[in-house]
């Protein structure tokens, strides 16, 4: 399988080199920058030195066609919607990691990204890989959109609770931290280091357009529509998200409830390790790595279960995903070449 | 006005010496170490070299007596229990800043501090000292109890809220993070750098023996008993906490609404700044100083409101907080030897 | 005294702020940035908020000597070469932050810094006002050049030992390493949070344009021309410079031998502070002050010295000596306004 | 191949299960623990959750004998020294990463480490496994030394520029800078957060073990006896060292000759990767990954070179290269199970 990467100068384009490069059945044909083509990879990324000394390709759809099957795209918002039809009329797979495509209302899209929207029936066709709820339905297609960094962690910690009817809809609370690379590699004062370093920053409070994606996902688990409050910090990390959720209790639940409903819930999916009861993931137990870790306590004091999931935001968030889904959608194993212990300490 | 200091080695104590050592009504005539007695204080923390060259003294009521006024107690839970007692039957004025005191129901103290209490006269006869909301009680008195470092970034963000009704008492839930100083200088494997650094650590969830003491200001500003979810983070930083805190709005306010409601509540207190409309308080924005930030975001789609506030945990949290309740248990203005701008970057 | 800040959104700027709002000689008059006048600055610094919420003027000579005595220049390398001369010819006292005036020789900086230099009895004027060196010197005078970070901290460790000829000028080797603030708070890949943290990166080596105001004032001090080889490193941290420096012996001196010698030399000296023998400073011992630290081992085996020093870079290396040479200019104190403990932890 | 590692739950010994668990010619069949047998590791390590599931095994040399062909001994200094030979004794080959074998004279080791050293005999038959140079004189052979974490950097630098004779033997300095992993998991002050966050702090200046390990090698690369001046940082990141190294030139060479003679004298050997001119390495650039990344600066005004060389410390410099050594033991392509590429960012 021949794959070209769209964008492979920013961080989840480099991430999804570390993990294909690897990869058993795939070559890496195509590295591409709309910024930086004519130049060498390895010149930006000095770490990729001899081990991919590519030159980066311009963004050329017939050129991706002759040289790949599957094409990567891992561009900023707004840039996939014109680009993904493109690809997509030469014939080539495509799994888009931007967030052009995961929305289903391009009203929504409209209103929480400030972009024009892609046409409804592309909107419509993609498929959402959240890997573990959305597996089936990503093999064979030839055009997946990846889930967000945020909602990969949300989802996965609220899905089972909620499908199962254990935790009210309408009290879903989310406090969300990430990692700095999470805003990828462009240059502006939130990611300058003298302003992160010792520093703890919320943005986007109540507004950030992972919360449609959220919402439209738990409406399809809960049956009916789910709004929920959500804050994004930014952290004095790199990598790593975390998603503390809060929900009142629909019954008299206790943590190893949670503990059994969620691991029989994610029995055989290899990505998902729920923590034995009384413990918590951090972000570091995943880091470089696809797992997502949760963890839980009921207080019984408020009827309040609190839920805890971390994911590493370049992998499991974007990258790592987004391989995941390849081999899903290939009906290859889904951990294949993906399946490396985290980078502890 | 002589001050001994009790506990000079941990963060807490070398805090109320970089702040007391420039304060006009002030002069450190003791610091006092269980664990260093008869070790010079530089030793232990070089940056005190040249500044402060005492040599650590035992702790002995008698001799703070005689070469002090006022006692600050920088101790350990359980240390304090027994300290205490024999520093104001010598006459001593005391601020405590272990959490010995803060609770009125020895019983909480047991169930959440797995200490003994201390006599329930003794606990009835401490002042609570959060500065903003009790700093009548304070003047005059012989004891004050500081508050916790978590209690005051949440009660300086929820008080005036809940005390006008705004919102719902029983929907309140509370994140807190917490930078790695709040632990004190104690090792262990939770303060080891490779484990804190790129990390993100939830710890004590729903277990924090902060609760109770949040739970007993909110019910005396609240009118009737409050239960809140309480649950902290270990953050990658040295300093600072951040609260994130959620509730159900009791009515149609807005952000601007709670901007005016803080803005005149906190009236003429220094020490609490409101943000504008729009903007919310980052940790390193109070780096090293007493103030406590507080940001709003109300969402209308959930009929929540978010409420951020932020302080220096070993400084408005701790130390900082200490002196400003001497100064107003003297009479002082309770800015005095505290004005410093946060460092920053 | 009024004073006016240049560059007042810079880092070097924000902290002249933070020591002359409590300087006890001293008013700020007129914050000024050439980018963001007519912008609040607790705008872009919200550490500021309720503190200073003046206005940013533009850059105007004329309105500056309307409001003020003394300017401080914290402007970019060749800013400082134009509006200098025009701000000493309306009769204003300039203390310049940047480089340009620290090479006596035009065609040293033309080589070093790439930009025309300013004319040579501009040069020859400005006063370098590395305060423990040249105190005297400053006393009185119109116009003081500030000393750049690494020569501060190189030339204070390095001093001594040079003019007492224990040291050979020959074999003298400088290994820095500087916190990013150091680069101030523009934006670029260098200064972003994601490549710096977990990362330790060389740069500018031997090519640092503070090679030639290091061997200008050695080679004053020594007497003969000095070359050294220095090189620079960029260090996952956001404030803190540590010079590492080698030299070959010229006698069988012993690390107390150094003690005493620096000790002496610098008695009196308030920010200097020699430390023990055997021991060495860390960073964050002078972390947010004025203090520079300096320690020493001599290994017999190899015949030669290492010694280290250490300052906090934006204030011994920037703002907190620009406002020392204010204080020798003026007569005062030199501690005045500048007395503070560093903070720690 | 079945593999052993005493020392499991130390930073190296979770490195080695790392790449040992994917490496297609070992099977993991002990894990062992002094201190923690008969627990999980996963419940002290819980990334390896779900993926290293075993319980601790205590130090027992039959038993090790009964699971395993090949033991990895990650041990304290002095442990191994008695540990060592009861696993030569019953047929079982050993890597050890502890620093007891690394020194030919027992005097030198008693010096510099503090401890009894192993007897003579023992410290004559354990192979240096510094894998670029000793490569060939550890095939086949029982048991190897593996190298230290600063001689492993420094030594690679230095080698071929010493080996040419490029460099004054007599002049060498190393500034070496370290991650706080390189101390290990042990709890004490100075791997405490708060105080190594935001600090550099020199340590063991001119005192440390890895002075006489670096000079043993440097004399039989060159010839005759060599002794070097070496400062060591601690650096606050998890992992990571850089060595900055100054030497006299002892003719006119250019970087360009530099890049030239390193390319040459390396070639065929993956891990080391000399950077191209004008370029240095970064640590991060090999974080988690086995490389030796090395880059050169002449200075024509000096008539000094600096090499500039990184590791990561927890793979190049213990756990990866003791793996690299297994495969030059066993006649195994020396990157079996270690060819990944650098975590970035």
């Known amino acids: 399988m021949k794959v070209a990467i769209v964008g492979s100068t920013g961080y989840g384009g480099v991430e999804l080199i570390r993990f294909l490069i690897h990869h058993p059945g795939v070559e890496i044909t195509s590295v591409i920058s709309a910024s930086s083509a004519g130049e060498s990879i390895a010149a930006g990324y000095p770490h990729l030195n001899q ?47 931007s967030g052009d495509f995961r929305l289903k209302s391009g009203e929504q899209y409209e209103h929480w990204y400030k972009h024009e929207p892609a046409p409804a029936e592309l909107l419509q ?20 959109s990846n889930p967000g960094c945020y909602p990969t962690a949300a989802l996965l910690g609220l899905g089972p609770a909620l ?6 809809g309408d009290s879903i609370i ?14 502006n004062l939130t990611s300058h280091y003298a302003e992160i370093n010792e520093n703890l920053k919320p943005y986007k409070v109540n507004r950030h357009q992972h919360i449609p994606e959220i919402e439209q996902v738990l409406q399809d688990v809960h049956g009916k529509p789910v709004t929920v409050t959500f804050t994004t910090h930014l952290t004095p990390m790199t990598r790593g998200i975390m998603c503390t959720m809060y929900a009142k209790l629909n019954g008299s639940y206790a943590d190893h409830d949670f503990v059994q409903l969620y691991s029989e819930h994610y029995a055989g999916r290899r990505f998902v390790r729920v923590r034995p009861e009384g413990t918590w993931p951090a972000t570091k137990e995943v880091y470089g790595s696809n797992y997502c870790d949760i963890g839980f306590s009921v207080d019984k004091r408020t009827q309040r279960v609190t839920i805890i999931s971390v994911i590493d935001n370049v992998v499991k968030g974007a990258a790592g995903q987004a391989i995941q889904n390849l081999n899903l959608m290939m009906g290859w194993d889904e951990t294949t070449g993906l399946s490396y212990v985290p980078v502890y300490p």
């Open 51 to 97: 081990i991919l000394m590519d030159t980066l390709d311009g963004v050329d759809p017939a050129e991706m066609k002759a040289k790949a099957d599957v094409v990567f795209t891992a561009t900023p918002s707004g840039v996939s919607t014109k680009l993904v039809p493109q690809l997509l009329a030469v014939g080539l797979k495509v799994i888009d990691l």
């Open 125 to 144: 066709s993609a498929v959402y890989g959240l890997s573990e709820w959305y597996g089936k339905d990503v093999v064979g297609v030839p055009f997946i």
């Open 163 to 168: 499908q199962a009817g254990w935790i009210d």
């Open 174 to 187: 989310i406090d969300g931290k990430s990692g700095v690379s999470g805003a990828g590699r462009g240059v």
